[in-house]
C-alpha cells in the first residue's frame, strides 16, 4: 500500500519541505496513517531535513 506524506516545518506554515512516497504492509499487514508518517519522518531525518522535534509529517488527503 503507497500512501503520499508531506513534510513540513513546524512553524505553523503550510509550505511543504518534502514529500516522501512511502510503500508498507507488502507482507500483508495492514498499516495504519501514522505508520506511513513515522516512516516519512524516520528518512526525512535520515535525509538531514531537520530534527524531529522541527518537522510535521501529515498523509496526503487522497
Known amino acids: 500500500m503507497k500512501r503520499v506524506v508531506d513534510i513540513y ?3 505553523g506554515s503550510h509550505q511543504i519541505l518534502w514529500t ?4 508498507l ?7 495504519a496513517i501514522k505508520d506511513f508518517e513515522s516512516e516519512a519522518m524516520r528518512l526525512a ?3 538531514k531535513r531537520g530534527l524531529e522535534k522541527n518537522l510535521i ?5 487522497q
Do not use: E, F
Not at 507488502?26 to 498499516?31: A, C, I, M, W
Open 9 to 11: 516545518k513546524r512553524t
Open 45 to 47: 531525518i535520515i535525509d
Open 57 to 61: 509529517a501529515k498523509v496526503r488527503d
Open 25 to 31: 504492509g507488502n507482507d500483508g499487514t495492514h498499516p
Open 20 to 23: 516522501y512516497i512511502v510503500n
